[in-house]
């Protein structure tokens, strides 16, 4: 047994000599020290030696196996060097090379604008209050001087997930949130900006969903110039020093007396374009001072304080900050347009 052991390490040790890659070289290890191996072969026959031969016989097939072990690891060795040399060449990384900058998003034109607004209501001395978008028939109608079967309440066709609970069709149940929670002091200056919903259909000047901002304001002796020099302020510094407002007589059942407030067209100057129809004016937004009614259910004595009130769509101040012919382009996540508004 002694010699076919010797025999074997001489076999092993000559073919690890001339092996040639990792994979044989792993044939080889199984070949003569796997489980199935010729080692493990000639030692199930120690059984039959005597007890002073076990030793020995042992001790010479540790020998054999070690160093069978100590070439293999050198040749693997090797061969790691090797393939981490190849792979090195392979794979050479320039690192004077530019890299590629990550892409690197920006704020939503909406989102610009509105933070715009807020930001210039803010340096007028106003607060920003929030309320529910789920909101209740009371605050969203009857408290705003709408009440049941009102036919105002059909220019606002409206979302109803129960009998008496809606998505809001304006921002406006807020006025009568702060005010309630204000109970009965003076003054009250907010503006209230949010997302809305009516059941219009999609096209380029209309959408289900959009944003509005209102602005309300009670105090003593609150008056109807006090209301056209707050939105000539906005407007000017929205648009431009030389932009001019007029305010058109109209009807909110909210308000009284009401208006609709028209701009000078951003595109000509007030010159006449197509984008104003040739009449040098766009309407922006409405207002009025708030009716005896709504100050009511605000918790107020309309004949101790008075107030007024305006509504403006974001995407319409948009439209025309940017010059964009169709609302959709705000909501299609076409990264061409919203990419225009990155540096803006």
């Known amino acids: 047994m002694k010699d076919r052991l010797e025999a074997l390490r ?3 040790l000559d073919r690890l000599q001339t092996v040639e890659d990792a994979a044989s070289l792993n044939d080889l290890r199984v070949h003569y020290l796997g489980k199935k191996g010729q080692l493990t072969e000639i030692l199930r026959g120690m059984g039959a030696l005597s007890a002073e031969e076990r030793p020995i016989i042992g001790q010479v097939a540790n020998d054999v196996r070690a160093a069978i072990e100590e070439v293999l690891a050198r040749k693997q060795e090797a061969f790691d060097r090797a393939e981490t040399a190849r792979r090195l060449q392979a794979e050479t990384l320039d690192v004077t090379l530019p890299g590629k900058a990550p892409a690197v998003g920006s704020l939503h034109p909406l989102t610009k604008v509105a933070q715009e607004i807020e930001d210039i209501f803010l340096g007028m001395g106003y607060t920003i209050a929030e309320g529910p978008e789920v909101e209740t028939d009371y605050f969203n109608f009857e408290a705003l001087n709408l009440p049941k079967n009102h036919p105002a309440r059909d220019m606002q066709d409206s979302f109803y997930i129960t009998d008496d609970i809606l998505l809001r069709t304006h ?7 702060t005010m309630q929670a204000m109970k009965g002091q003076t003054p009250v200056k907010v503006i209230c900006p949010g997302k809305v919903y009516r059941r219009d259909d999609d096209d380029a000047t209309h959408s289900f969903m959009f944003h509005q901002v209102e602005g309300l304001v009670v105090g003593p002796n609150i008056r109807m ?17 030389q932009m001019q407002i007029r305010l058109r007589p109209s009807f909110f059942p909210f308000t009284e007396p009401s208006a609709e407030v028209d701009v000078t067209c951003v595109k000509c100057g007030g010159r006449g374009c197509r984008m104003c129809k040739h009449t040098g004016w766009i309407e922006i937004l409405g207002c009025g001072m708030i009716h005896p009614a709504v100050l009511e ?11 007024f009130a305006f509504g403006m769509g974001i995407e319409r101040i948009a439209l025309l900050k940017y010059e964009i012919d ?8 076409d990264l061409r347009f919203l990419s225009q508004f990155a540096k803006m």
């Open 297 to 307: 259910h605000g918790g107020y004595d309309p004949s101790e304080v008075t107030g």
């Open 10 to 12: 001489a076999e092993a």
């Open 171 to 177: 921002t406006s149940p807020v006025q009568i949130r």
């Open 225 to 241: 110039s006090d209301l056209k020099g707050t939105l000539l302020q906005f407007v000017r510094e929205m648009y431009g020093s």
């Open 326 to 333: 169709d609302i959709r382009h705000f909501y299609a996540n």
